[in-house]
């Protein structure tokens, strides 16, 4: 076990800011925003250097007690990685709302997107299995009130609607943890991980069920996402962008990290302990989501409605990367995260602004876009492109590898990805209609969009992320690759790490 | 390792990049876009049979090795594309249609990727980037609106057409645990003998999106579509060279050999797999014909005439025996240069005269002689008249159909070959002959750029016509690299075949003395005079007066009516119909689906906890 | 009976208590009644979490100067594992009713309803 | 399932949907282990109970804590007797088990509660943010028993809240009920006088500093022991008000943001706002 208690950093310092910036609000509303930002800067120096400097495998204890006594926070590949893609999506999200956000109470604003991009840090951070529900409440909290910003009404009853699913989501996740640690009595993820077969097989499998059930309402799984459409229509865009960018990811981890390290078997393909195989059962979910998530967006007029019902299919197409189990699958699954939050944040950013620029939200109103902002009509097809899994963009690898992972499971596999596949075809549909719009018709008159610096930088830096990926790979594939390592291999790769001396029964 | 390979993929993705960054400057961006297309075929020269190159990519934990090989196929292929591409982009040089010149690049990088990789993963990574380079090249037509939905269109079949593959690809990944192609192809032939039908199967993902690139029935309605409303100066590339992708590979990923072995042959020595497939292509052939005849729209009808022809093409190589492939890339070639040579013309054609509907043409020929000839000369070609590249290989193809004693479909294939003759005439008559419309006084001859290339492409179709020897010896290299043995190749002039030889040069010195007698006795004859559009149906009386519109009179407002009623009951029966059924219901049941999602917060919770409960249950019954 | 008592009377109230709010959440159109029942809900898991650290026969986990929480090697106090569990999804539960209620607040602001379904057409 | 749904259905399939969840509960508790078999014996919170959580940590070390087939697993650890008001210096000094795990032991946890309690406040006002209006909604004047009462019932709930916030560690209570009940204080002058409005940006600069605080005594703890949260003074005697390290400190941040926090949410809900967009 090596230590690394630097990494408490990663939370202490947006905590001490988040709890001072009402007293720079005092000061300044704006300079609220920039707070923000240099907070979400450091958070996502810090992780690239924890990534980049290879300071994982790692432990980071809290209050001076190893674990499984006290709390604490593992950084492994997976960790370390996707802590570093959430900040620095935040970063670029935070960049963009110092421009998007101006009107409202924009002090408390930056307090919850501060805390939001470092609850679901924390999400991904943790080593605990009830603090890992502390952190989902703080991004959910947050992104609550998040999305229940803006001017308009609907912003509210997204909002609602995502609070009273989610409530009962953890209230679900909480049952779940409160009856593993009647059997173990021990909360500690590397424990449990451990010991998870000396549980009774019954309740062992009732209490998966509450935990996969609730954390699949953060990961958009079928049919616990209902919030997903409206809570991402009505939000702001910046916070859709937040939503997709970053919530999934710290959704789709937690998901995994408790089916597949806490309940999982390893093995060439990862099962679960208990008497029903809840990997199984995700992947029927995951399948029924990317179908049903596909075809509702298929005849969706609003594109931003649209956009939410793709973010919900592509969080199953991820879920199926990871449930197949293997590591090839996970990596697919995790790359495809990756991916998935680069394009969507972006194209959401791009609603943003035109939104502002008085563009509508209705599929018509993008024809001819090309001809009023080229900028923002390449961004937006570079983005749909790598949601479709078009070579030279990011998402074709990720595409292969969950394709190439679900045909080498074979079985019930084959038909599984044929559906996908199916419906990757009509995802191709849609998304094409809006990228034949843009580029049709050439008589609109209107002026041209003006795209200010500080929404043009992260569409920028999105865009172009996207190319490098899709051209050069490696460098995320190789991450990725070490994640899925963490999730199919659970000795070695979390439990171990954590603590050293304990036997698998 | 030789790197020289490397560079055919990479210069047109570098060109790319440039020419996307000057694509504000147009011709700044053509200028870059020829230069690379020419570049590249500067490097293909140093590019020989044999050479290998492969480059490992960290993918999937372990190296991938991404293989670039030059085969007698992939060469031949190599050339005639990167040829064509050079032609098509000098002659664009001074054209003002609206292809965007880094898209262009992107494709020829992705088609010197597919002529040569040997590895499935490089291989679909370059046909996926063909793909959607080449319908976002389609978006940018004339007419806008209908461009869209052709894109749209064309890339719904072609994104089937690939996850079909990408399931064929990862199919054969998990049986034998490596994605080279020879590899695989090895593995085929070595089951097909005992799992004939998973072979089959297989090999029938990997064909539906050959098929589906080639624009075969039944997935050819795309075609005419993705051709007609492509911009002018995309569609010369599209007919000429990216269809052949389908073609190419057929022959690749195809030893349609390898069926011998695992199914009973039907008729002539030829496996009932083959056989169902040299009738695909009969079929494409005859229905390409048939529809052409009837288009208005000169693109759609050329699209139509491409779908015949890739038809004989496909049902020469079906038959895999050395005539029939040797007749199908051959054939294929001619294909490439005659039809390539017509869409140039038509874009000359089209960008002076503003319209393709053959109903307002007429009477070009005086204002555009040399397009006029070059015109004729491809029309020729594509009816297989002796001086002309057609003729070799259609002779070829009805060869090796007799051969195989496949007497029906050469008899179709015949009458596809008449039915050309119609759609060509009505083509070179519609837009040539006749009287000159007043609204064309102003139309003038190309350039001097767009003159070079005719004359260029004008030689080429006369050179190959009367050497076929040429373009048969690399063939004769290709087919005995596919373990067949070569027709013989006696000289430059002799198309050789299994029953007779032809000198085609006789040929051709005889027809042509009789054409010269024609062309003499034409300009003898009586003298004539030329007359307004209108004039000689209406007797100078002005068609609106009797509440007709003047359209209705020009000469090939429905040339074939007659034949068209012949043929109408056939043309109840869509194939177009199936695939937009196919879409309206994925619609209607994507409408339904979305109201799953009511917007109400009791409902969503509802959800869950109906999924909760039905997971209680399914843990209980576990 | 006594013994039946002892081993389920929480969990029965606990059970009862989720189930009584999750009716009240799947059938009511009022979004404060909504809330009260994700209030329900709550207590009902919490009293779980408290009765599952609970035996007829424990003390309390706090040292004084009468009890003693270890007797022959055994600790005979309550679990008081889950006890700071509930503390801490007690406030989790506050925040998120607060929250709840200012949404319900706005939303009777801007719809000048609160019934779920009234919002609903009114958002169409 | 639109909302055409008849309500009688619907009321039908609720109760058959929990009335399946509730025995699905029950046949779960039914493996689980009950009455006296509901024991800490066999747990972390053990040694928690013990305060020997550090002793654990040496056999965890050395590999016999997770030895292969000793189950219960916590039984290895040696048990010293704690004596109240005697025994001193323990790992954690905090006389109530449930504190010391709260604050100390798993103190983490409690750092994340302040934070979503904070979040939620945050959200509450970001939401009901807008140009106060002058006007309460409150139109009846209470009256003269209300208004003094609850001022001179204010002092006694302000003192009754710092003392059970300051003497979290020895009795139940702590930093969330005492905030609590300092809040209710506050609110009992809002009930009392009209016209009442605490002091907005004392509030803001209490509630934060207080936050500020809490991680500050962190990070004394991660700069002094390296580690985040760390116990860093001397624990002293268990049952003595001067004990138990840094858990009266972060009770008193603690007691002062929640009832700051609560109060500042009592101010916003009760004043009306308008919204403003443009």
């Known amino acids: 076990m090596s230590i690394f208690n630097n990494a408490a950093l990663l939370i202490g310092v947006p905590l001490l800011f988040a709890f001072s910036i009402p007293l720079f609000g005092l000061i300044s509303k704006q300079l609220t925003k920039w707070v923000t930002l240099f907070v979400i800067g450091f958070n996502a120096t810090f992780s690239l250097y924890i990534l980049l400097a290879h300071k994982y495998p790692a432990v980071v204890v809290m209050g001076n007690w190893v674990p499984p006594f006290g709390e604490n926070l593992y950084i492994g590949p997976v960790a370390a990685f996707l802590v570093s893609v959430i900040s620095i999506i935040g970063l670029l999200i935070a960049i963009y709302n110092l421009w998007a956000i101006k009107l409202g109470d924009v002090t408390r604003f930056s307090v919850l997107f501060l805390m939001f991009t470092a609850g679901a840090s924390g999400i991904v951070l943790t080593g605990d299995i009830f603090n890992l529900f502390i952190f989902m409440e703080i991004t959910g909290i947050s992104s609550y009130a998040l999305a229940a910003y803006g001017p308009r009404r609907r912003a509210l009853g997204g909002a609602f609607k995502f609070l009273v699913v989610s409530s009962i989501g953890s209230t679900l996740y909480l049952l779940g943890v409160t009856l593993i640690y009647t059997q173990l009595g021990t909360l500690n993820i590397a424990e449990i991980a451990a010991r998870i077969n000396q549980t009774t097989p019954g309740l062992l499998t009732f209490a998966g069920i509450l935990l996969i059930s609730g954390l699949a309402v953060e990961a958009e799984l079928f049919p616990f996402n209902g919030w997903v459409p409206d809570t991402y229509t009505g939000a702001v865009s910046g916070v859709s962008a937040s939503l997709s960018g970053i919530a999934a990811i710290s959704g789709v981890y937690a998901l995994f990290r408790i089916a597949m390290t806490v309940l999982g078997r390893d093995g060439a393909y990862v099962f679960t302990y208990g008497k029903l195989d809840l990997m199984t059962v995700i992947a029927i979910l995951a399948t029924t989501t990317v179908i049903i998530g596909e075809l509702s967006a298929l005849s969706q007029k609003n594109v931003k409605k649209m956009l939410a019902y793709s973010s919900m299919a592509q969080m199953g197409l991820v879920a199926v990367g990871f449930s197949i189990g293997s590591k090839l699958g996970v990596y697919g699954g995790i790359f495809q995260l990756v991916n998935h939050s680069i394009a969507k944040s972006m194209l959401f950013l791009i609603i943003g602004v035109l939104a502002a620029a008085g563009l509508g939200e209705k599929v018509e109103n993008f024809r001819g876009l090309w001809r009023r902002s080229p900028f923002l009509s390449l961004a937006f097809t570079i983005g749909a492109f790598s949601m479709l899994g078009f070579p030279l963009f990011a998402g ?72 490098a990926i899709g051209v050069y790979p490696n460098f995320i594939g190789n991450f990725s690759m070490q994640s899925a390592g963490e999730f199919t291999h659970k000795m070695t790769g979390y439990v171990l790490n954590v603590i050293p001396t304990i036997v698998a029964h | 390792m030789n790197s020289n390979l490397i560079w055919l ?35 293909l020269f140093s590019v020989h049979v044999g050479q290998s190159y492969s480059w490992g990519l960290n993918f999937l934990g ?38 965007k010149g880094f898209l262009l690049l992107l494709i020829l990088a992705a088609n010197n990727w597919i002529f040569m990789s040997n590895d499935m993963v490089g291989f679909f990574f370059a046909w996926e ?149 040299v009738w695909i292509g009969v079929i494409t052939a005859v229905l390409g014909t ?20 890739l038809g004989y093409v496909v049902a020469a190589i079906a038959l895999f025996t050395p005539v029939g492939i040797t007749a199908g890339i051959f054939h294929a070639f001619n294909h490439l240069l005659f039809k390539g040579t017509l869409f140039i013309t038509l874009l000359a054609v089209i960008s002076r005269s503003g319209t393709s509907k053959l109903s307002e043409m007429g009477g070009l020929w005086k204002k555009m002689p040399i397009t006029f000839f070059t015109f004729f000369v491809g029309i020729a070609s594509a009816a297989g008249i002796p001086p002309f590249n057609g003729f070799g290989s259609k002779w070829l193809i009805y060869q090796a159909m007799i051969k195989q ?82 027709l013989p190749v006696m000289a430059n002039g002799y198309v050789t075949g299994m029953f007779s030889n032809i000198y085609v040069p006789l040929i051709s010195w005889s027809l042509a003395v009789s054409f010269t007698l024609g062309f003499i006795l034409f300009f003898v004859s009586a003298k004539h005079k030329y007359v307004s559009q209108e004039n000689n149906y209406t007797a100078g009386q002005i068609p609106e007066d009797w509440g007709l519109t003047p359209e209705t009179y020009q000469f090939s407002w429905n040339f074939y009516q007659p034949v068209e009623k012949l043929f109408a009951p056939f043309f109840r029966i869509k194939i177009d119909g199936f695939f937009r059924g196919t879409g309206d219901w994925t619609k209607t049941i994507g409408s339904a689906i979305k109201e799953i999602f009511v917007g109400n917060a009791q409902m969503y919770a509802f959800f869950a906890i109906v999924g909760l409960i039905i997971f209680v249950i399914a843990g209980w019954m576990a | 009976m006594q013994e039946f008592l002892q081993n389920w009377i929480y969990l029965i109230a606990s059970v009862s208590l989720i189930g009584v709010g999750l009716y009240i959440v799947l059938t009511k159109e009022n979004i404060f009644k909504i809330i009260v029942g994700l209030n329900i809900i709550e207590s009902g898991t919490n009293l779980f979490m408290v009765a599952i650290g609970w035996h007829p026969n424990a003390v309390m986990p706090i040292y004084t100067a009468t009890d003693h929480l270890v007797a022959n090697g055994k600790v005979i106090a309550a679990d008081p594992l889950p006890q700071s569990l509930v503390l801490t999804a007690i406030v989790i539960g506050l925040g998120t009713t607060a929250l709840a209620l200012t949404i319900g607040i706005k939303i009777f602001e801007k719809y000048g309803t609160l019934d779920v379904r009234k919002i609903k057409e009114a958002e169409e | 399932m639109k909302n055409e749904t008849p309500e009688l259905f619907k009321k039908i399939f609720a109760l058959s949907v929990i009335a399946v969840l509730i025995v699905g509960f029950f046949l ?78 798993r103190g983490f946890d409690t750092l994340g509660e302040v934070t979503v309690l904070f979040l939620a406040v945050s959200g509450v006002m970001m939401l009901l943010f807008g140009k106060r209006k002058k006007e309460r909604k409150k139109k009846t004047e209470p009256s003269l028993i209300m208004y003094v009462g609850t001022r001179i019932a204010f002092s006694v709930i302000l003192l009754f809240g710092i003392y059970i916030f300051v003497h979290g560690h020895l009795t139940p209570g702590g930093g969330f009920p005492g905030g609590a009940v300092i809040a209710s204080g506050i609110l009992g002058l809002f009930l009392g006088r009209r016209g009442y409005s605490p002091n907005h940006m004392g509030l803001k600069a209490f509630e934060s500093l207080s936050g500020i605080a809490f991680v500050i005594i962190g990070l004394i703890g ?23 390290g840094f858990i009266a400190l972060i009770y008193i941040a603690v007691g002062m943001k929640v009832g700051s926090e609560l109060a500042a949410v009592v101010d916003t809900m009760i004043t009306d706002t308008e919204e403003e967009w443009s």
Do not use: C
């Open chain 1, 396 to 467: 074709f690898w990720s595409k292969f590898a969950i394709v190439g992972a679900s045909i080498q499971r074979g079985g019930w596999y084959d038909f599984v990805i044929g559906l996908v596949l199916f419906a990757s075809i009509v995802e191709a549909f849609y998304y094409l209609r809006i990228v034949t719009y843009i580029f049709s018709s050439t008589e609109v008159k209107a002026p041209k969009i003006k795209v200010s610096l500080s929404p043009a930088i992260p569409i920028f830096v999105l865009a172009v992320a996207i190319i």
């Open chain 2, 9 to 43: 993929v990479a210069l047109p993705l570098i060109g790319s990049a440039v020419a996307a960054i000057v694509v504000r400057y147009k011709f700044l961006d053509r200028l870059i876009t020829f230069l690379t297309f020419a570049t590249t075929l500067f490097v």
């Open chain 2, 62 to 99: 372990t190296t991938l090795n991404l293989t670039l090989n030059v085969s007698h196929l992939s060469i031949f292929m190599l050339y005639i594309s990167i040829a064509f591409g050079t032609v098509l982009t000098f002659y664009s040089l001074i054209d003002h249609s609206r292809m």
């Open chain 2, 129 to 277: 980037l063909m793909g959607w380079a080449s319908v976002v090249s389609v978006l940018g037509g004339r007419e806008r609106e209908k461009s869209r939905h052709a894109a749209l269109y064309y890339m719904i079949m072609s994104v089937s057409g690939s996850y079909s593959m990408f399931f064929g690809i990862f199919t054969l990944w998990r049986l034998t645990g490596t994605f080279s192609i020879s590899a695989n192809i090895a593995y085929l032939s070595s089951i097909v003998g005992i799992h004939p039908w998973w072979v089959l199967g297989i090999v029938s993902l990997f064909f539906v999106t050959f098929m589906i690139k080639a624009g075969i029935f039944p997935f050819h309605t795309w075609v005419p579509l993705a051709y007609a409303y492509s911009p002018d100066a995309f569609t010369p590339f599209l007919s000429a060279v990216m269809s052949k992708y389908g073609i190419y590979g057929m022959l690749l990923f195809m030893p349609l050999s390898l069926m011998e072995r695992g199914f009973p042959s039907a008729f002539g020595g030829v496996p009932w797999t083959n056989y169902i497939f």
């Open chain 2, 290 to 309: 048939v529809l052409a005849i009837f288009q208005d729209d000169v693109k759609k009808l050329f699209a139509y005439s491409s779908l015949s022809n």
């Open chain 2, 405 to 486: 004693h496949l007497p029906f479909a050469t008899i179709l294939l015949f009458l596809a070959s008449t039915g050309a003759f119609m759609y060509l005439f009505k083509a070179f008559h519609s837009i040539f002959l006749g009287q000159l419309s007043h609204d064309y006084d102003r139309v003038k001859e190309v350039s001097a750029v767009g003159k070079i290339t005719e004359f260029f492409l004008m030689f080429a179709m006369t050179f190959f016509g009367v050497q076929p020897g040429y373009i048969l010896k690399p063939i004769g290299a290709i087919v005995k690299s596919m373990g067949l043995k070569p």
């Open chain 4, 28 to 105: 779960a508790f039914t493996e689980m282990p009950k009455g006296w078999g509901v024991n800490v014996n066999g747990r972390v919170s053990r040694l928690y109970v013990l305060k020997n959580v550090r002793t654990a940590t040496k056999s965890l070390d050395s590999g016999k804590f997770f030895a292969k087939g000793v189950k219960p697993l916590r039984t290895d650890v040696a048990y010293t007797p704690i004596e109240f008001k005697k025994t001193a210096n323990l790992e954690d000094g905090a006389a109530n088990v449930v504190t010391s795990i709260v604050v100390d032991y």
């Open chain 4, 222 to 244: 991660f700069f002094s022991v390296h580690s985040f949260l760390a116990n860093f003074l001397p624990t002293g005697i268990i049952g003595d008000l001067y004990s138990a």
